[in-house]
C-alpha cells in the first residue's frame, strides 16, 4: 500500500502531536461496500479523508465522485460515525486538535 504525500503530511505531524491516539489506515468501515476511510479510530467512531486535487479536476471533482463520496460519508454517519474531511490546506496543528479532542470527547462519554 503506497500513501499519498498528503497523507506522509497527515502521518508525520499526526505521530509528533498525538502518539497516543491510535489510528488505523486504509479501512472499510461500510459492510458489502468497497468504500474505504483514509483513518480510523475504531473506539471512538471517528474517521478521516483526506482530499487532495480539490482545486483541480481530480478524483473528487466530479459529479460521479461527489455523489460517490456523498454517499460513502452519509453510510458513515448511519453507522454513528464522525468523519472529517480534510484538504491539504487543512493539514494543521489547528484541525488536527480538533479531531483529537473528538476522539477524546467520545472515548470519555459513557457508551
Given at each position: 500500500?503506497?500513501?499519498?504525500?498528503?497523507?506522509?503530511?497527515?502521518?508525520l505531524?499526526w505521530?509528533?502531536?498525538?502518539?497516543?491516539?491510535?489510528?488505523?489506515?486504509?479501512v472499510?468501515?461500510?459492510?458489502?461496500?468497497?468504500?474505504?476511510?483514509?483513518?480510523v479510530?475504531?473506539?471512538?467512531?471517528?474517521?478521516?479523508?483526506?482530499?487532495?486535487?480539490?482545486?483541480?479536476?481530480?478524483?473528487?471533482?466530479?459529479?460521479?465522485s461527489?455523489m460517490?463520496d456523498?454517499e460513502?460519508?452519509?453510510?458513515?454517519q448511519?453507522?454513528?460515525?464522525?468523519?472529517f474531511?480534510?484538504?491539504k490546506e487543512?493539514?494543521?496543528?489547528?484541525?488536527?486538535?480538533?479531531i483529537?479532542?473528538?476522539?477524546?470527547?467520545?472515548?470519555?462519554?459513557?457508551?
Open positions: 500500500m503506497s500513501i499519498s504525500s498528503l497523507e506522509f503530511e497527515f502521518d505531524l505521530s509528533e502531536l498525538f502518539p497516543d491516539l491510535d489510528l488505523e489506515t486504509e472499510r468501515l461500510i459492510p458489502k461496500r468497497r468504500f474505504k476511510f483514509d483513518y479510530n475504531f473506539s471512538a467512531k471517528v474517521a478521516i479523508e483526506i482530499n487532495g486535487q480539490i482545486w483541480h479536476q481530480g478524483g473528487h471533482t466530479t459529479g460521479k461527489l460517490r456523498y460513502k460519508l452519509n453510510l458513515a448511519q453507522q454513528g460515525y464522525c468523519v474531511q480534510l484538504s487543512m493539514i494543521t496543528e489547528t484541525w488536527l486538535q480538533a483529537a479532542d473528538t476522539i477524546r470527547d467520545r472515548l470519555s462519554q459513557p457508551a
